[in-house]
């Protein structure tokens, strides 16, 4: 079996700077049976498990077809079939708009050839999928995605990791943390299936699986800590130091990601990425590292998502957002400045910085998909406000990225409850952001890496949670507020080859054989949610727009639907607002994103439009979490299109129809003040 080689990048200080000498060639491959020395000693501590985890991404053949599973344990069965000689990605669709839009959007990022839907054979004997099962069918994965066949079925570790080591040449450059009775277990799989890393199973209580947006305390979170700690003890492999064999931990798992400092005052708290991988005995830790710690969860579906996005996308293109003023200290994390990284590696990239950094500007952008693999922001704010210069914006305002993104916001707060929707981290992911970095707290400026630095190390092959961190301990600078979510081993890099070797997953039926049998049998909605898991909005945009003008009583709630995400990423604003009244006066609860998504489509008309179909779904878009501005900016436009008396009646409606005590009593002090003013 050939080895992995272990690739001669550039140092990380002369990557990170635009213009220096390209990478150095490779080293020549390890030989079988040979002793395995890694030749990292050259490269700086913070770079070698990026060095390694490229090497292993560069080599891995994949299949250029996206598997769309719609169990959990369909899922493991495919996964089983991955091998060193081909892989590809697997992903889970529960039935729901958020993972079908997930699915979509990574097959506009992935473009695969081809989209199969799949299951395992049935088999009468198959026994529940418990959590011992879940361990026992994630370790055969493992096993299999690199060629490895156990003696026996104990799942035993030590056998793994000499496979490894002896075989490949492969040393495990992190430890992936999971509970199998926690949804983001799927993460986990692919996460150890994919880089060659081994699964520290913990037994996380109920009481502390309560989604990421929660608060723990360091007596909750020390037994775990002290437990990896021996996993990594157990592999036999260097991991004491930062720069040795294992230098990541991922933290598949939906327990809170703030901690309680003990002693500190109530809001005081640190991350729990932070909190993983530093050095001392608990609970007396030092600042320094063994390992870098990211956090992924989510439920099945996303999880998956998640981690397949980190496993099979190379973005290349970037989204750059200054709202910093051009003056000391704000201009060291320059976007523009960073931008020319993005430039220099190639990618296209979208810069948006002083003086044209204003609400506006951002609105505009906005107002369709932006191209953004990678996105940085420069903002101030809360946890749900962020300020530009000029202007103020809300999470209502974060906008689609047409692919799987990965996001650096540089902000306070925003990452503070990483699962409510109305904040900035959670929007973000709900957009598809597959990693994200951000604040916990208010962290002051001088605590995140600068921009520019954040990209230059990425394109430098630093991984994720190595390149947003500081190389170093920073006194009196409170890092310890900021949060990592995410693969902690994604690294940029040129794609992986694509290879042309058969998909080893008999039965699998290819989504594109769906689209005209529902066309034929006037299934369009049906029609519709399949071409846009195909990645082809322009056609599934298409097919309303005729049925639209020529068939408008095949136009059916149902049908609009299914359209209006397609429609607005291809800009057919004048159908997208067709599609969201008929689907609302049809009686299907509008999507959070659907309001969103008609907002945002109507920002760059709202000056000026008297389309009254505009208007109408504007009203029945009203955001709870933005509910000032909405009704705000809609009655100033209905009162110009139509009058000031129609306004207050169209707000009064407005005010009536809202879901709870709270806002319905906001709405009420918004009429007050308007009636005030016209009448």
Avoid at 425 to 454: I, K, M, N
Avoid at 463 to 477: E, K, S
Avoid at 640 to 669: C, F, Q
């Amino acid at each position: 079996m050939r080895p992995f080689i272990f690739l001669a990048l550039a140092a990380a200080t002369s990557l990170a700077q635009p213009g220096q000498p390209d990478p150095t060639p490779p080293l020549p491959p390890v030989e079988p049976g040979q002793p395995r020395e890694l030749p990292l000693d050259k490269f700086p501590p913070q770079m070698r498990a990026g060095v390694r985890t490229e090497l292993a991404r560069r080599q891995l053949p994949i299949i250029p077809t996206l598997v769309i599973v719609s169990s959990p344990a369909d899922y493991l069965a495919a996964l089983a079939g991955w091998s060193v000689k081909a892989r590809y990605p697997i992903l889970i669709d529960d039935g729901s708009v958020e993972s079908r839009e997930d699915i979509a959007r990574f097959a506009r990022g992935f473009k695969p050839e081809s989209v199969v839907r799949w299951s395992a054979p049935a088999k009468p004997d198959d026994p529940a999928l418990t959590p011992d099962r879940i361990k026992a069918l994630s370790y055969a994965a493992i096993a299999a995605a690199w060629d490895f066949k156990p003696a026996d079925d104990s799942a035993a570790l030590t056998p793994l990791i000499q496979h490894w080591v002896d075989n490949l040449g492969l040393f495990p450059v992190g430890i992936v943390a999971a509970d199998a009775n926690d949804p983001a277990w799927p993460a986990a799989a692919a996460l150890a299936a994919g880089h060659g890393q081994p699964i520290c199973w913990l037994d996380i209580s109920p009481g502390l699986r309560v989604g990421p947006s929660g608060l723990l305390q360091t007596t909750d979170i020390d037994p775990f800590e002290i437990h990896i700690r021996k996993f990594a003890e157990a592999t036999n492999l260097p991991w004491r130091d930062f720069g040795d064999a294992i230098d990541a931990v991922s933290l598949c798992l939906n327990i809170p990601s703030r901690i309680q400092i003990p002693g500190a005052k109530p809001y005081d708290m640190m991350t729990l990425s932070y909190r993983f991988g530093r050095t001392g005995q608990p609970p007396a830790y030092t600042e320094s590292r063994w390992a870098s710690a990211s956090q992924i969860f989510g439920n099945q579906s996303q999880s998956a998502y998640r981690a397949m996005s980190s496993l099979f996308l190379q973005p290349r293109s970037a989204w750059l957002f200054d709202g910093y003023d051009n003056k000391t200290p704000f201009n060291e994390w320059d976007a523009t400045k960073a931008a020319a990284y993005f430039e220099k590696a190639e990618f296209t990239f979208t810069l948006t910085d002083t003086p044209m950094s204003s609400d506006g500007v951002w609105r505009a952008l906005a107002a369709r998909p932006i191209p953004a693999g990678i996105v940085m922001v420069n903002s101030q704010g809360e946890k749900d406000e962020f300020v530009l210069q000029p202007g103020r914006l809300r999470t209502a305002d974060t906008p689609f990225p047409a692919e799987p993104s990965i996001v650096y916001f540089v902000h306070s707060w925003s990452a503070t409850l990483p699962a409510d929707r109305p904040t900035i981290a959670a929007r973000w992911l709900e957009r598809g952001a597959y990693a994200y970095f951000g604040s916990a707290q208010e962290p002051y400026l001088q605590s995140f890496v600068t921009t520019p630095d954040v990209a230059g190390r990425l394109l430098s092959s630093i991984p994720w949670a190595t390149a947003t961190r500081y190389d170093q301990p920073i006194n009196q600078v409170p890092v310890w507020k900021l949060t990592c979510i995410g693969d902690p081993l994604l690294t940029l890099g040129p794609p992986a080859p694509r290879t042309k070797a058969p998909l080893p997953l008999q039965g699998a039926k290819p989504l594109a054989d769906d689209v005209g049998p529902a066309l034929k049998a006037g299934k369009y909605a049906e029609a519709i949610s399949t071409l846009a898991l195909l990645a082809r909005d322009e056609d599934a945009a298409k097919l309303a727009a005729a049925l639209i003008n020529d068939k408008p009583d095949q136009f059916t709630p149902e049908v609009a639907a299914a359209a209006l995400m397609p429609l607005f990423r291809t800009g057919r604003s004048e159908q997208l607002f067709r599609a969201y009244d008929t689907a609302f006066t049809g009686k299907i609860r509008p999507d959070d994103a659907w309001k969103d998504a008609i907002w945002l489509a109507a920002y760059p008309q709202l000056g000026t439009s008297r389309d009254r179909l505009m208007l109408e779904s504007l009203k029945n878009a009203v955001r709870p979490d933005n509910l000032e501005r909405d009704m705000d900016e809609l009655a100033y436009a209905w009162a110009r299109a139509i009058s000031k008396d129609s306004a207050l009646g169209m707000l009064e409606n407005v005010a009536i129809n809202l879901p709870t005590a709270d806002a319905k009593s906001r709405a009420a002090t918004i009429v007050q003040k308007f009636r005030s003013q016209w009448q």
